[in-house]
């Protein structure tokens, strides 16, 4: 790992393109659940941010789920398609 750290920021020298010393911090901000435990998942999911609408495949129903991010921290079920 450390000889792919040099061989990257010696390809990047002159670029202008910074290294990250340290890798991104998470944290948790909101949760939104369908009441479906267990049987499938949000994999897939798309975010407008004209609209603040994240659209999440519903795979357990067939169908895109569309919900209001306006407060992040408190999706909003909107519809689906």
């Known amino acids: ?3 792919f750290a040099c061989l990257l920021a ?3 020298a002159g670029t ?3 290294l990250a010393q ?3 911090q998470l944290s948790f901000l909101g949760r939104y659940e369908t009441g479906i435990f267990d049987e499938s998942a949000a994999e ?3 975010f407008d941010p004209a609209t603040a609408s994240l659209f999440v ?4 129903l067939d169908q895109v789920d569309v919900l209001d ?3 992040p921290g408190s999706p909003v079920f909107l519809f689906s398609i």
């Open 16 to 18: 202008g393109l910074v």
């Open 10 to 12: 010696v390809t990047l």
């Open 44 to 46: 897939i999911s798309a």
């Open 57 to 60: 495949v519903n795979g357990s």
């Open 1 to 3: 790992m450390k000889q």
């Open 22 to 24: 340290q890798p991104p």
């Open 69 to 71: 991010l306006t407060i």
